[in-house]
């Protein structure tokens, strides 16, 4: 039996603890909120010279469905060892460990956005394009533009968030766009998360009893109390 090097089955762990937690997490969200909707969410995609559909894909209006995978199929442009998506009711989160985008000099131990009843973010851990360090916690449609030796400019948009026609988010964590040798573009998404907005049902206030009132300057009518009197004679 080959022994798998100490740092690699270390970090496998870690991201495998991290996948268990989030169903848990979600789901914890999910019954804290009386909010109810749609949620979805992928860890990876690709479309141009090199196509990759939504990989691992979840859907769910109602309870918590989440799927991992290990690795993507062989391909020339994305490699990366874990990713994790997961949904319930109005929350969805998406995670990408150890990935490397080869042809854009991208690389990150950790990518993960978050959408939770129509409010999104994003978290990179050790982020870079090109040896440039991207930001961890960036604010919304941040974009950046970096030269790649061979490749041209690559364009990154960190957390991206897009406002739907039917009132959903969604949000993905990293958005790179590049120009091949080829004259076509190639475009990769990693981990995207969308949400709706939820709809809640405001508390049911108590109806007030209706009491007597009597008009200014008026004396309130007295009520009459039954008493008998004693007779003397």
């Not at 798998?4 to 870690?14: D, E, F, Q, T």
């Not at 969308?194 to 008009?215: I, K, L, N, Y």
């Amino acid at each position: 039996m080959r022994l798998m090097p100490l740092p690699a089955s270390v970090a496998i762990a870690g991201a495998v603890a991290a996948a268990i937690a989030v169903p848990a997490a979600l789901a914890a969200t999910a019954s804290a909120s009386p909010a109810t909707g749609t949620a979805s969410a992928f860890g990876v995609s690709a479309t141009g010279l090199v196509n990759i559909p939504q990989t691992p894909a979840v859907t769910s209006s109602a309870g918590a469905h989440h799927k991992s995978l290990a690795q993507l199929p062989p391909n020339p442009l994305v490699k990366l060892k874990v990713l994790h998506t997961s949904a319930a009711g109005a929350a969805s989160r998406a995670s990408v460990v150890d990935l490397r985008v080869v042809k854009a000099a991208l690389s990150a131990h950790l990518i993960t956005a978050k959408c939770v009843g129509g409010k999104g973010s994003s978290h990179l851990v050790k982020a870079s394009v090109a040896g440039h360090r991207l930001a961890a916690d960036a604010a919304p449609n941040s974009t950046v533009t970096v030269p790649v030796q061979g490749v041209g400019s690559v364009s990154v948009v960190l957390n991206k968030q897009v406002h739907n026609a039917d009132g959903s988010l969604t949000v993905t964590a990293v958005e790179v766009k590049l120009a091949l040798a080829t004259g076509k573009a190639q475009r990769i998404d990693i981990s995207s998360a969308t949400c709706s907005a939820g709809q809640t049902t405001p508390p049911q206030q108590p109806t007030p009893t209706p009491t007597q009132s009597t008009p200014p300057g008026q004396a309130p009518v007295p009520t009459p109390v039954p008493s008998d009197l004693p007779v003397t004679g």
